[in-house]
Structures are given as structure tokens and as C-alpha cells.
């Protein structure tokens, strides 16, 4: 089935715009078309084989994952090879070899509905792999020498990502290198596991900074009261970081935000048990004038799910969900 709402035109050309003002500024203007071209035209056409493929049955979600995570890749990989001195004659072969790759593998996981992170390291691994496979094809047929050939197996545009965010973590007060040198021009997550090897609290903690710039400051406090020292510091300078969400990337934060949530302790808040223990609990230190006192200006609703969880009953009339923000509410009040 197609993907008739996929605007693959107009997202490529967003992915290489983004892309003009990441490539690496030390690159000449030949060199930065490169990289920005390349992007562009591998989304350009990955995005059009998910869009009208009536064989291929990913959803418009899926198919911009897909998009994206070739686009990244695309760009740091270009990028890789400006850096490794190889001709420019032999970049594409490379690169159309690597854009092939990740568009076969990503196909594959998604249909299989592999977790993002293993389809990530499939496609890292795979990724890699291609790369090394093109250049060794290259030194074999006489266009490049061994030690050419070692030189751009060593480069790894991602690898200098990781490094750059490890300084920063240690000293986040630390002027920041140029934003085409740390990340690609979507951040989707390819490489997401080399900013985990390098620490994936700082990822966490960056991403749990990119929510509380959205939120009331109020609040945020309250709830970096509840942090170690250390960790709502580097949440508060992560939070001063104006460019914070592009470094971030909104895949990488997607998939830290996923993993916090799945690492929280389940939370059984919900359980009409779990709300009269705790108004209960609560209720518990108060008589009843006082009980009164503090309900008195709260709806009807309220005063029956109180009174009620007093008796050990649970007002059946108010959904769980509700019931269970109600008995924070009551818990905050008192």
C-alpha cells in the first residue's frame, strides 16, 4: 500500500535546507554542495519509493523514520568521505552503495517490526559494513591505496559527535564547536548508540532539559527540587543551550523520552484501590471539620470520591484516570 500523504518532494528539500547550515564549516562551497546534494537526493528518492511502492505497507510515520534515517546517514557519510581525501570520482559509487543498504535493511525491520533501537544497530552495523565493503572494492581495483583507503575507514563523522558531546558534558560552560560539526541535519538516532556509549545520562538529561524550556518555570523547579545537585545543574545549562533541540535531534529525543518511560516503575495510580488508600492515607491526618474545611470550595464529584474513599469506597462514577489526578490534587491541597 502507498503512502498517499507523504510529501516526500517537500521533505527532502527540508532535510537539505536544514543540511546548508550543518555541513562542516571548513568544507569549500564544491565540497558543502556535495554533502547537501547527496542528502537530497537520496531522501528524495528513498521518500518516493515509500510513497508510491503499493507493495510496501509502512504508514506516513514510518516511511519519514525511514527517510530521515537514510538522510542522516547520507549526510555523515558524505562527509566522511570529503574528510578521507578519496577523489571525488569515487564518492558516489560509495555512497550509493551505503543509501542502498539502510534502504533495504530499514525495509526489512520495520515490516518485521523490530524495537527502533535494534533496527538502529542493524542499520549501523549494515551501514558500516557497506562502507568498509566500498572502499576495500576501491584499494582492490587500483583506485586508492591501502593507507587512502585506512585513512577514510577512519573517519567517522558520528564518532567526532560523541566526542564533542562527552567534552561538553564535562564542561558544559565550554564554548560549543559549529552546529555542522556535532550533528546531522535531522538527528534522527542512527549513531544514538555512540551518544550512549559515550553517556546516555547526558542524552537524558539534555532531553529531559529540552521539555522543562517548554514548561512553567515554576514547576520546573519544583521538579528539579526532587534531582541531584549535580544532574539539575547540567539540566539547567543544558536548558540555557539555544540551539539545544537541533543538538538533541527529535528522534534521539523520542527514543531517550521511550526509554525513560519504559524504565519508570509501573505506576498503579490508576487502580481505584490505589486512589482510596491514598486519599485515605492523606485524609488520615485531619479530622473531619478540617476535612470539610478543605473540600468546601471543590465540585461535587470531588467531595463524593473524598467522602467516599473515607468509607473505603470508590466513586464509581469518576473515571480512574480522573480520579487518580483528583487524589494528587487532594494530597497537594492538604
Not at 536544514?18 to 568544507?27: D, G, I, Y
Not at 556535532?182 to 537524558?204: A, N, R
Request: contains cysteine; glycine residues 4%.
Amino acid at each position: 500500500m502507498a503512502v498517499p500523504n507523504f510529501d516526500y518532494e517537500g521533505f527532502a528539500q527540508n532535510l537539505a535546507g536544514q543540511a546548508q547550515e550543518l555541513v562542516p564549516p571548513e568544507f569549500t562551497d564544491s565540497q558543502k554542495q556535495y554533502v547537501i546534494n547527496t542528502l537530497g537526493n537520496f531522501s528524495l528518492l528513498s521518500g518516493k519509493a515509500l510513497a508510491e511502492d503499493p507493495n510496501l505497507n509502512f504508514n506516513e510515520e514510518q516511511a519519514v523514520t525511514i527517510t530521515q534515517i537514510i538522510a542522516e546517514w547520507s549526510f555523515h557519510k558524505s562527509v566522511d568521505l570529503v574528510r578521507s581525501g578519496i577523489p571525488q570520482q569515487y564518492w558516489d559509487p560509495v555512497m550509493q552503495k551505503i543509501a542502498y543498504t539502510i534502504f533495504e535493511i530499514a525495509k526489512q525491520t520495520f515490516s518485521q517490526g523490530l524495537p527502533h533501537e535494534k533496527t538502529l544497530e542493524l542499520i549501523e552495523h549494515h551501514v558500516k559494513k557497506s562502507y568498509t565493503e566500498a572502499l576495500t572494492e576501491l584499494k582492490n581495483k587500483g583506485a586508492i591505496s591501502e593507507e587512502l583507503m585506512d585513512i577514510a575507514a577512519a573517519q567517522s563523522n558520528m564518532d567526532r559527535m560523541a566526542e564533542q558531546m562527552q567534552q561538553q558534558a564535562a564542561n558544559p560552560d565550554a564554548q560549543l564547536p559549529p552546529s555542522g560539526d556535532v550533528v546531522g541535519p535531522v538527528s534522527s538516532g542512527i549513531d544514538v548508540q555512540d551518544i550512549v556509549k559515550v553517556d546516555s545520562k547526558v542524552l537524558k538529561l539534555a532531553t529531559v532539559a529540552m521539555l522543562f524550556k517548554k514548561m512553567n518555570q515554576d514547576k520546573v523547579q519544583t521538579i528539579l527540587n526532587k534531582f541531584d545537585p549535580e544532574d539539575a545543574e547540567s539540566v539547567i545549562k543544558f536548558m540555557r543551550m539555544p540551539d539545544l533541540a537541533q543538538r538533541v535531534g527529535a528522534s534521539n529525543a523520542l527514543r531517550c523520552l521511550q526509554e525513560i518511560k519504559t524504565n519508570l516503575p509501573k505506576s498503579t495510580d490508576l487502580n481505584p484501590n490505589s486512589v482510596v488508600n491514598r486519599i485515605r492515607k492523606v485524609a488520615s491526618q485531619y479530622s473531619s471539620k478540617e476535612i470539610d474545611t478543605i473540600l468546601i470550595r471543590e465540585r461535587i464529584g470531588v467531595k463524593r470520591l473524598v467522602f467516599n474513599a473515607l468509607e473505603g469506597k470508590y466513586y464509581d462514577e469518576m473515571p480512574p484516570k480522573v480520579a487518580s489526578i483528583v487524589a494528587t490534587h487532594f494530597t497537594n491541597v492538604v
